[in-house]
């Protein structure tokens, strides 16, 4: 790494988990052979964000205020730029922006960019979400400004994923749980989906591309190369 390379804000703890294992695919995705060679991230992994499921359903503590003041002493620590491994609680990406005068780089565009570029003209994409971020639209309405079709999960599936998905915040990687994100997944894939995208960042502590016979886009992974480039200057803001 470089004296002019870029500093990583990572607003972190949505969940602790998926947390750790984005900075594993920075690591991974680093074009390194010493200590010295690898990205500089300032990380606040804070679990103690307000529900942003509970949030988006009226029924929560509004998670926006935590989210900003993590984001603004990120920046004060010296990053250069922010990201957040969290699809659903960029429905609170304002309050970062409001806070902040670095930039903050986007899960849901770059996945959606992802997607886009490994799907034909008009192939289908599947949405694999959770029910908050399916609520906040966030991946309906980039997809719709894309012109693309989205094929989404029905009210049942987006309940049996958040069954799922509490499981594995639970700590529970077992086959059963891999087994049913997978079906639910396969689901899209039998409606029509050519490119299955993964808008939550628990979905690739189970799940990964060889487990599908289309496209699998990690919103994880997706986000992870991205901050790589962006922090070793190889794609500017």
């Not at 988006?56 to 900003?68: F, K, S, V, Y």
């Not at 986007?106 to 399916?134: K, N, W, Y």
């Not at 987006?158 to 079906?183: C, F, P, W």
Request: proline share 5%.
């Amino acid at each position: 790494m470089s004296e002019n390379d870029k500093v990583v804000g990572v607003i972190g703890g949505m969940g602790p988990e998926a947390t750790i294992d984005f900075m594993s695919r920075v690591l991974a995705a680093t074009p390194a052979s010493k200590d010295q060679d690898h990205i500089r991230m300032v990380v606040e992994n804070n679990p103690r964000i307000p529900s942003r499921q509970l949030a988006m359903r009226g029924e929560g503590e509004d998670p926006g205020p935590a989210i900003a003041a993590i984001a603004a002493r990120l920046e004060a620590a010296g990053a250069d730029f922010l990201v957040m491994p969290c699809n659903l609680a960029h429905a609170w990406q304002g309050d970062i922006v409001s806070a902040t005068s670095i930039p903050f780089v986007s899960i849901v565009e770059e996945s959606v960019r992802s997607a886009l570029c490994r799907s034909g003209d008009d192939s289908a994409i599947g949405l694999m979400t959770t029910p908050g971020c399916f609520r906040a639209g966030l991946y309906q309405q980039a997809l719709a400004d894309a012109g693309r079709p989205v094929i989404t999960q029905t009210p049942d599936e987006l309940a049996e994923t958040m069954t799922l998905v509490e499981r594995i915040k639970a700590g529970d990687r077992s086959q059963a749980v891999a087994d049913g994100l997978r079906n639910l997944a396969n689901a899209l894939i039998g409606r029509g989906a050519k490119v299955l995208v993964a808008a939550c960042t628990e979905f690739p502590l189970v799940l990964d591309e060889s487990m599908f016979d289309v496209a699998f886009v990690s919103s994880t992974d997706v986000l992870a190369k991205k901050t790589v480039a962006l922090a070793l200057g190889r794609e500017k803001f």
